[in-house]
């Protein structure tokens, strides 16, 4: 049965190459088109009708191709330039592996497009519905977490870090940004069954604005510079008031954080993690990306604790700037901008509730407590021990050049929520611009006395949970891989 339709499919493959053959110079004009459209793309696709069945085309519909496609894909994808979309062949029922698409000219390419814009709009798509110029770098990776979280990566591939990762059943949304008209793929993910009715779709339990974020990642796959908006460049940051500000943090931010910010607001007795001791933090010299996220959007935005709302909502995005306006004006961090100490009792002084004296497993102990040799670099650590299981782990990776330097611009730069370096400092000292405001401090990976006896799996199991209570947050975002760079990097710092 299979041969047979394989067959069909194959056939038809054969008449569009004789017609490419015989076509010579083409005109690239409406008729054009329409003869080449007729004449054998209908073979397999349609161009008008009602949505139908995967099960019941040859190929995917092309009754609104005048709206979905960015015009430069579909050029190189009729003129044989672009990688196929359906790894296992669009009727995976029939054939195994997906043949070669036929392969036109690119003037025949072009007037094909120019036909579909004309004929094949889709008047269910409101042109301007998708704004792809106001998508955040948190929103797209928050649209990627959505993507995986609404099963999405079950059945489409996507390009993770490099490879192609997910289910290869339906249509590759690897290249998807350069391939789909936003607005369309806007209006498709509002209800897919408009489209693919009864072919293995999903309906996802998704709210508009979940919606919008996995459009804002797909938009941005496959599209190297793509180019993420910075709502701190907006207006409403150019006519910040700190004094509006000042109001702000008074009505909103002091019940937690204190209304001189040391973190001694009346809520915050009851909370662990304890609020963030905004006296003791350089306001001025914390890059604005994590400054806007844990405001706008909350803790759990950069790893933190869910007891940070998000304010988003509540004061908008003027007041948003305003009370980063009043932060930054107000809060210099504590003089010299020294780091946080390494004995318990300054630490304790930073963040009394927060004592780095809280127990800790008898191994994890014995390892702070330091041994003979000239170790004052040992700190007190907090972080819990990992489970046996990642104990035993070791690097799979070899600390090769590159390896190193991957995990380097990790650790100094794009580690996201937040650079290591903001805390863990750009040697690795433990004395970065926000070292001083932690309590206990961001351990010293320069400290070897302290860190060889930290195992592998140890520093793989905190950096992917985090040490909660403290500020180390989690960074679960990171693949394993990166985890491993980054642990190769900072076992380079010992000194
Ligand atoms: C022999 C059958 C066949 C013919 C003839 C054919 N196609 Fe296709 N076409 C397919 C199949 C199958 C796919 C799915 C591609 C894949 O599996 O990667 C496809 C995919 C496409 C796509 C992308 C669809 C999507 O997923 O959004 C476009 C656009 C397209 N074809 C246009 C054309 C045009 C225009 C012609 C005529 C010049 C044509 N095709 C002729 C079988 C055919
Ligand atoms: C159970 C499998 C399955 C899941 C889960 C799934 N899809 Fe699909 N998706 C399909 C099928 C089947 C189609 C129909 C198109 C086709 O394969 O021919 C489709 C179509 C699409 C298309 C349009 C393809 C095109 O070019 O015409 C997009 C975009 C898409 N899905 C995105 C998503 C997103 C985003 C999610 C997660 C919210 C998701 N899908 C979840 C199976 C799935
Ligand atoms: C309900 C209590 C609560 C309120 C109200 C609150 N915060 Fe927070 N905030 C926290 C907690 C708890 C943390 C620490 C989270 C952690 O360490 O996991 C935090 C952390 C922060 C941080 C992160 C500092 C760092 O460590 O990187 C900033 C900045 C911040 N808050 C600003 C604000 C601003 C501005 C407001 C008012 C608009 C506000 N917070 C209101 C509880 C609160
Ligand atoms: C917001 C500040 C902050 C950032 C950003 C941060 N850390 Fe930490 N980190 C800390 C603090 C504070 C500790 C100490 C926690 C403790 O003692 O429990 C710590 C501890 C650690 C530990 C020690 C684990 C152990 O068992 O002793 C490792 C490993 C670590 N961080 C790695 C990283 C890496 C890698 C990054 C970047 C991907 C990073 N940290 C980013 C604050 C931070």
């Known amino acids: 049965m299979n041969m047979r339709r394989g067959m069909v499919i194959g056939s038809a493959f054969i008449a569009l190459m004789g017609l490419m053959l015989s076509s010579g110079v083409s005109a690239s004009d409406q008729s054009r088109a329409k003869e080449v459209l007729q004449q054998t793309c209908i073979q397999c696709h349609r161009l008008e009708g009602k949505p139908d069945s995967r099960f019941n085309l040859k190929a995917p519909d092309l009754i609104w191709a005048g709206s979905k496609y960015r015009r430069p894909w579909l050029i190189g994808w009729l003129t044989g330039k672009e990688a196929p979309l359906y790894a296992k062949g669009y009727r995976w029922d029939l054939t195994e592996v997906s043949s070669k698409h036929p392969v036109v000219t690119d003037s025949d390419a072009n007037a094909i497009a120019d036909y579909f814009a004309e004929h094949n709009k889709d008047p269910r798509v409101t042109v301007g519905a998708f704004d792809v110029s106001k998508v955040t770098k948190y929103e797209a990776d928050f649209g990627a977490m959505a993507f995986k979280a609404h099963a999405c990566l079950g059945c489409h591939t996507i390009n993770e870090d490099g490879k192609i990762i997910g289910g290869p059943q339906s249509t590759a949304l690897q290249a998807s940004g350069q391939r789909y008209d936003k607005d369309w793929l806007y209006r498709f993910g509002l209800n897919p069954q408009d489209f693919v009715p009864h072919s293995g779709e999903f309906l996802a339990d998704a709210t ?35 004094s509006r500000g000042k109001t702000l ?14 973190g001694d ?7 662990d993690p304890k609020p963030a001791i905004h006296a003791n933090i350089p306001f001025e010299k914390l890059p604005m990306e994590y400054l806007y ?19 988003n909502l509540t004061i908008g995005q003027q007041g948003v700037a305003d009370v980063i306006a009043y932060l930054k004006a107000t809060f210099k961090g504590v003089p010299n901008g020294a780091a946080a100490s390494t004995t318990p009792a300054a630490a304790t002084s930073v963040m ?47 600390a090769s050049a590159e390896v190193l330097q991957a995990g380097k611009t990790l650790f100094q730069k794009s580690a996201k929520p937040a650079a290591c370096a903001m805390c863990h400092g750009e040697k690795g000292d433990g004395k970065g611009m926000m070292g001083a405001a932690l309590a206990p401090p961001p351990r010293n990976f320069t400290c070897n006395a302290m860190m060889k006896d930290i195992p592998d799996g140890q520093l793989f199991w905190i950096i992917k949970k985090g040490s909660p209570g403290t500020g180390m947050m989690s960074f679960s975002g990171l693949s394993d891989d990166k985890v491993w760079q980054l642990i190769h990097y900072i076992r380079s710092l010992a000194r």
């Open 352 to 398: 009394p509730t927060k004592a780095a004296a809280i127990a800790v497993p008898a191994g994890v102990t014995a390892i702070s407590s330091g041994g003979g040799q000239s170790d004052a670099c040992v700190q007190p650590r907090k972080t819990v021990k990992a489970p046996d299981s990642f104990l035993a782990m070791t690097n799979p990776l070899s």
């Open 265 to 271: 607001g009346p809520a915050a007795s009851g909370l």
């Open 249 to 262: 943090y008074k009505e909103y931010c002091s019940q937690c954080h204190g209304a001189t910010g040391k």
């Open 293 to 311: 996220n844990v405001i706008n959007h909350g803790g759990p935005a950069i790893g933190k604790s869910p007891n940070m709302p998000y304010w």
């Open 208 to 242: 508009d604005p979940q919606l919008r974020a996995v459009i804002g990642y797909l938009m941005s796959q496959g599209v190297n510079d793509f180019k993420y908006y910075e709502p701190w460049t907006s207006a409403e940051f150019d006519k910040a008031s700190v």
